[in-house]
């Protein structure tokens, strides 16, 4: 049974600075790999999508990494913002209609 | 609208009570999934429609949890004699094909058990 670990829960970090978000998955049989951004009291936007024959993915200030053999994914995100402050989720598919999110890590970027 | 939406998106319910939560999802998406996540937690998966066939409840969990989409497009979760801990937010997402594809979500209901 697949399962998806996120570390860390918390985060917090002053403007500017580049940070590292960690997703670990339990079964390295994956189709693709996806991370969204939920704030408070809204639904799941998503970031980035990694296909399971691709190393990376990158969009603006974001970039996500994939390693299927470790089963680990990072989700990178340069100079970051207040605004950047959200819950961010990483959410594995084993080639099915069904996505297995991990907790989230909640990121509070400082003004 | 463009995007996925439900309703209401708050809603709170004495304990014993039945609920129904409503969900839109964007024109022409054959498949559409909702999703239960608790406070503090990610979301999991409940039941996956594709049109109105409802094809995977295995998510559901208990009997007291039931879910419909009789005409393809808007669905409907029933939750009956609620309990404490059913409180949580209800996700729904749709999308074109299943298969792999990105999920589009809504904005979710946040359910309150008293």
């Known amino acids: 049974k697949q399962e998806v670990t996120q570390i860390p829960a918390a985060l917090s970090v002053p403007e500017g600075e580049n940070l590292v978000l960690n997703c670990s998955f339990t079964d390295s049989a994956i189709y693709n790999l996806q991370w969204f951004r939920q704030d408070p009291g809204k639904g799941l936007t998503s970031l980035l999508l990694?296909?399971?024959?691709?190393r990376e993915q990158t969009s603006g200030r974001l970039n996500a990494s994939l390693d299927k053999s470790s089963g680990r994914s990072t989700l990178y995100i340069a100079a970051s913002q207040p605004g950047d402050s959200a819950t961010y989720l990483c959410a594995v598919n084993s080639g099915t209609y069904k996505y297995i999110f991990g907790t989230g890590t909640r990121l509070k970027v400082l003004a | 609208g463009a995007g996925v939406s439900q309703s209401p998106r708050y809603k709170v319910a004495k304990r014993g009570q039945d609920v129904a939560l409503r969900c839109d999802p964007i024109?022409?998406?054959?498949?559409l999934f909702w999703y239960q996540q608790a406070l503090g937690q990610g979301p999991e998966f409940l039941t996956y429609f594709q049109n109105e066939a409802q094809l995977d409840k295995s998510g559901l969990p208990s009997d007291r949890f039931f879910a419909e989409r009789p005409e393809g497009s808007v669905s409907t979760l029933k939750i009956q004699r609620t309990q404490q801990e059913d409180s949580a937010v209800y996700l729904c997402a749709s999308n074109f094909n299943s298969l792999g594809d990105t999920q589009y979500f809504g904005p979710g209901t946040r359910l309150t058990v008293l």
């Open positions: 990694i296909q399971s024959s691709q």
């Open positions: 024109s022409g998406h054959v498949s």
